[in-house]
T-cell receptor, first 111, second 112 residues
Framework: GENVEQHPSTLSVQEGDSAVIKCTYS??????FPWYKQELGKRPQLIID?????GEKKDQRIAVTLNKTAKHFSLHITETQPEDSAVYFC??????????FGTGTSLTVIP | DTAVSQTPKYLVTQMGNDKSIKCEQN?????MYWYKQDSKKFLKIMFS???????INETVPNRFSPKSPDKAHLNLHINSLELGDSAVYFC???????????FGSGTRLTVV
């Protein structure tokens, strides 16, 4: 089955700096890669996604890049703000609608 | 409000008890899921139902039994609760033909 690895597990950045979270996947048939943000005590919420026929997608301060050859994808957050502090999960979808989640990255933005 | 709603939000119970968690979605999705999030925040799928039919059944103790009376509901019944069952359980839904999940707000289960 699919195996998704996510790094780093914790990340601290100064407010205004950029944050990058990386994920790798094992199954070349994976075709959809969402990112979820989970604030403390709340549900995971989709913040951005990318499909396998696209290399990069941007939405305001967040962007995702996908390298299908290397089987890795990354989340980039620019101009970080304290409200960006949360746990971020990457995921990969192979067939049907089952997602394999990464182990999460706890991001802390220091004011 | 369109949403995935779970009840209860918190559940504290003693070892050996049987409990149920309910999930309802009014998004018109045809697929529903149960995920377990442990203390290390790892999200692991347990079950998935598509149009009331079980399509994913990961390696989960048979003390856990999902029930889907209709497309909009997926309940989780747990028998003989153990300390290790303590976790946050998330329900989610999606349209199988599309891509995204919508998660419920979670049920924090504490077994004492």
């Amino acid at each position: 089955g699919e195996n998704v690895e996510q790094h780093p597990s914790t990340l601290s950045v100064q407010e205004g700096d950029s944050a990058v979270i990386k994920c790798t996947y094992s199954d070349s048939a994976s075709n959809y890669f969402p990112w979820y943000k989970q604030e403390l005590g709340k549900r995971p919420q989709l913040i951005i996604d990318i499909r396998s026929n696209v290399g990069e997608k941007k939405d305001q301060r967040i962007a995702v890049t996908l390298n299908k050859t290397a089987k890795h994808f990354s989340l980039h957050i620019t101009e970080t703000q304290p409200e960006d502090s949360a746990v971020y999960f990457c995921a990969a979808r192979v067939t049907g609608n089952q997602f394999y989640f990464g182990t999460g990255t706890s991001l802390t933005v220091i004011p | 409000d369109t949403a995935v709603s779970q009840t209860p939000k918190y559940l504290v119970t003693q070892m050996g008890n049987d409990k149920s968690i309910k999930c309802e979605q009014n998004l018109g999705h045809d697929t529903m899921y149960w995920y377990k999030q442990d203390s290390k925040k790892f999200l692991k799928i347990m079950f998935s139902y598509n149009n009331k039919e079980l399509i994913i059944n990961e390696t989960v103790p048979n003390r856990f039994s999902p029930k889907s009376p209709d497309k909009a509901h997926l309940n989780l019944h747990i028998n003989s609760l153990e300390l290790g069952d303590s976790a946050v359980y998330f329900c989610a839904s999606s349209q199988l033909s599309s891509y995204g999940y919508t998660f419920g707000s979670g049920t924090r289960l504490t077994v004492v």
